[in-house]
C-alpha cells in the first residue's frame, strides 16, 4: 500500500523560504515519477513540479526559478525548496506519484501573509 506524507508547512512572510518533505512507502521512490500539486481555495489544482526517476525536474510556469524539488531514494524522499514565497503561493500543497490517477498525500497547507 503506498503512503505519502508530507511535513514542512505553515506560515511565512512574503519573500520567505520554506522546505516541504515527502515521506513515501510501500512503493520504490526510484522508478517512480514523483511530484508536487497544490490547491489554493476556490481554485483547481496546479501542477507545481515533478522529477523524473534520473532527477529531471519540470516547474509550473508560476514557480519557475523560486521552487526546486529534489529526491533523496535512500530516504524514500522528496522535497520541494519554496523561496521567495508570494501570497498567491498559498495552498494546500500534496505530493503525487503517478499523476491525478495516482497516489496522492493528505497536503500541508502553506500560508504566506504578513
Known amino acids: 500500500q503506498v503512503q505519502l506524507v508530507e511535513s514542512g508547512g505553515g506560515l511565512v512572510q512574503p519573500g520567505g523560504s520554506l522546505r516541504l518533505s515527502c515521506a513515501a512507502s510501500?512503493?520504490?521512490?526510484?522508478?517512480?515519477?514523483m511530484g508536487w500539486y497544490r490547491q489554493a481555495p476556490g481554485k483547481q489544482r496546479e501542477l507545481v513540479a515533478t522529477?523524473?526517476?534520473?532527477?529531471?525536474?519540470t516547474y509550473g510556469d508560476s514557480v519557475k526559478g523560486r521552487f526546486t524539488i529534489s529526491r533523496d531514494n535512500a530516504k524514500k524522499s522528496v522535497y520541494l525548496q519554496m523561496n521567495t514565497l508570494k501570497p498567491e503561493d498559498t495552498a494546500v500543497y500534496y505530493c503525487?506519484?503517478?499523476?491525478?490517477?495516482?497516489?496522492w498525500g493528505q497536503g500541508t497547507q502553506v500560508t504566506v501573509s504578513s
Open positions: 503525487n506519484t503517478g499523476g491525478e490517477g495516482g497516489h
Open positions: 522529477i523524473s526517476p534520473r532527477g529531471s525536474p
Open positions: 510501500g512503493m520504490i521512490v526510484s522508478f517512480n515519477v
